[in-house]
Nanobody, 117 residues
Framework: VQLVESGGGLVQAGGSLRLSCTAS????????IGWFRQAPGKEREFVAA????????WYADSVKGRFTISSDNAKNTVALQMNGLKPEDAAVYYC???????????WGQGTQVTVSS
């Protein structure tokens, strides 16, 4: 069972990236899938999450209106569309999953997002 992130890269400020989180060995039904990020020297912080079964979403204030989290049932994938990227968005982005209401118990390896000013 593992989560695999993809889609990171280098983008100019104001640009967009789309991250994907795919699960192997686990379906997302009944789970909450979250995106977190960690910049050098900083603690890991919450970015966004989605409850797979009911589609409810949550966002950190810092990304509201710029990032969108969505799910693709057919592909068992969660995407994070990031628009209007800022240099402060640069970090390693991780996806995580866990049974809704029970915390995250599975984490991906992370994908690097770099934003040039």
């Amino acid at each position: 069972v593992q989560l695999v992130e993809s889609g990171g890269g280098l983008v100019q400020a104001g640009g967009s990236l789309r991250l994907s989180c795919t699960a192997s060995g686990r379906t997302f039904s009944g789970y909450t899938i979250g995106w977190f990020r960690q910049a050098p020297g900083k603690e890991r912080e919450f970015v966004a999450a989605i409850s797979w079964s009911i589609g409810r979403t949550w966002y950190a204030d810092s990304v509201k209106g710029r990032f969108t989290i969505s799910s693709d049932n057919a592909k068992n994938t969660v995407a994070l569309q990031m628009n209007g990227l800022k240099p402060e968005d640069a970090a390693v982005y991780y996806c995580a999953s866990g049974l809704t209401g029970r915390g995250y118990d599975l984490w991906g390896q992370g994908t690097q997002v770099t934003v040039s000013s």
